[in-house]
């Protein structure tokens, strides 16, 4: 029998000790991606509000959220096969001080979704109150969500499964009856069909923008795939995602197209928009109740679960007090800045924060799938072990260099962000770490230092 692992804590998890079943797993991705973000991300991008034709967007939103599962599946398997987190998983590639360096930047990414997430609740709230009752408070709300958000993470991932699961199946309901009101009273604009639209670099951003909402829980996809059942051998964890996050996005972004083209007034919020789309006040009451249950799901699943898992392992911090450390962190990020009216802003700060984001992400794969796919990360535990991966002082100078030449050249090309740092990443880190830099640079230094000590 298997020592029993805590499910908040960082150790891995044994086989027999998972708590999510293949169903629950899919519904608390729906959950967590059946969220404003995607939404506004296919809202912005079809006209009159973006650059994009009907088609051009649906293509773009299917492509984006194609590329994202296809990205959950690759990156999650160390989780689901030895029940790894992230915070250990980047060790193998960056060294158990390196490490510091990709939790840090997957952190900064999941607070600024948290906050935003709990704007959008604020914003929903507010929107409710105003319609129904004729008052509000955004200010109040948004610290009411925040407390609403902490008090259901306070129990952990047992919690967070089963408000996900449930959340779903009401989010789901909400928005296809939604859908079928609008499409048959309102109607799809012709305007936005007949819209000549691009497939050149806006488009292209569109697509990066698109998996960029995603990119932060893709490289955490091992958090919760450490807790799905592990069943009919890897089928389990590769189901998990293809059912459980492509469907959810082109989901969320069918809605964002359908409100984005059905719109009726100026507003530029997309929280905004749903009310405005609906039929009656009621419905669009309902609608932002969905809103408020969605950025809830979200904020468990994608923001506050790897983000509170980076403080333990860096801060040595409990579950509960990482929980807070992140909710005020969420807070100074100023989120009703970006999450602006002005699509153009949105896209910006996705793709800005994205920019190291992809070629991490490129370094992990290659050090995963390319040096390491023989399942040997749990070894990863014994954070003192510099010799044997030739890790200088802790720190990999391959993953390092890797990262700062793959951001670098997602800088020069901003619009596409991550599409340029994930190959250049990944390949220039399978070209050091062929070459042995780490055990040269190891070897330079201590022929240096030996110099040094010898002419003293």
Sequence with gaps: MSHEANPEGLEPIPSDQRSMSLFHYILVWWASFIIVQGFSTAFFAVYPQGPLNVVQAAVAMTIGATVSAVLFVINGLGGYREGIPFVTQVRAAFGPRGAMIPKFVCAVPAIIWLGIGNWIGALAIQSITMTLFGFGNVQLYFVLFILLNLALAWGGITSIKWFDSAAAVIIIALLAYTIFKVTTEQGISTASIEHEGTWGLPFLTIVAAHVGTAITAALNANDLSRHLEQRRGSWNHILGHVLGVAPAMLYMALVGIVFGTAITTDTGNP??????VSPNPTLGAALLMFVLAAQTSSNLTLNMLPAVHIFQDTLDTTWEKGLILTSVLSVVTFPWVLFSSQGGIYFLVINVYSVPLGAVFGVLLAEY???????????????????????MKGFSVTAVLSVLIGSVASLAV????????????FG?????????????????????????????
């Design 428 to 456: 220039t880190y399978v070209c050091l770490r062929k070459l042995n830099v780490d055990s040269r640079t190891m070897a330079y230094l201590s022929d240096t230092e030996s110099q040094s000590t010898a002419a003293d």
């Design 369 to 391: 799938w390319v040096f390491r796919s023989d399942g040997s990360n749990t070894a990863l535990y014994d954070t003192e072990r510099t010799s044997e991966q030739g890790f």
């Design 414 to 425: 901003l619009d596409l962000s991550w599409m340029v740092g994930f190959p250049i990443g």
């Design 271 to 276: 929280v905004f928009a749903i009310m405005d």
